[in-house]
């Protein structure tokens, strides 16, 4: 739990934050959820569909998201890095979020 709430201030280091909580972590929850769901859904239970596929996968990616937004404001590297690990993140939780 301390780590997530490290993660949510922007404390943890920008690649930490990129590639562990948001490339990897981002994948497997999303693909877990994505499975979970289809697997619900074929089985005509989808009510709970919906909320297994939705109601971990969307507040993850809000949490990934915001701490790779804010770990970039922190960052003391080139800012291009930064600006694209935002940019990267954002996107590609809103797309695992949606599809």
Same mark, same amino acid.
């Given at each position: 739990?301390?780590?997530?709430?490290?993660?949510?201030?922007?404390?943890?280091?920008?690649?930490?934050?990129?590639?562990?909580? %948001? #490339? /990897?972590? !981002?994948?497997? +929850?999303?693909?877990?959820?994505?499975? *979970?769901?289809? =697997?619900?859904?074929?089985?005509?239970?989808?009510?709970? %569909? #919906? /909320?297994? !596929?939705?109601? +971990?996968?969307?507040?993850?990616?809000? *949490?990934?998201? =915001?701490?790779?937004?804010?770990?970039?404001?922190?960052?003391?590297?080139?800012?291009?890095?930064?600006?694209?690990?935002?940019?990267?993140?954002?996107?590609?939780?809103?797309?695992?979020?949606?599809?």
């Amino acid at each position: 739990m301390k780590k997530l709430h490290r993660l949510w201030r922007g404390e943890l280091a920008l690649f930490d934050a990129f590639w562990n909580w %948001a #490339v /990897i972590g !981002g994948l497997l +929850v999303n693909g877990v959820t994505s499975g *979970l769901f289809l =697997v619900l859904a074929v089985n005509d239970q989808l009510a709970l %569909a #919906v /909320i297994a !596929g939705y109601a +971990v996968s969307i507040p993850y990616n809000i *949490l990934a998201a =915001v701490g790779v937004w804010r770990s970039a404001g922190r960052y003391r590297g080139e800012r291009r890095w930064a600006d694209l690990a935002r940019l990267v993140t954002v996107a590609g939780m809103v797309l695992l979020s949606f599809t």
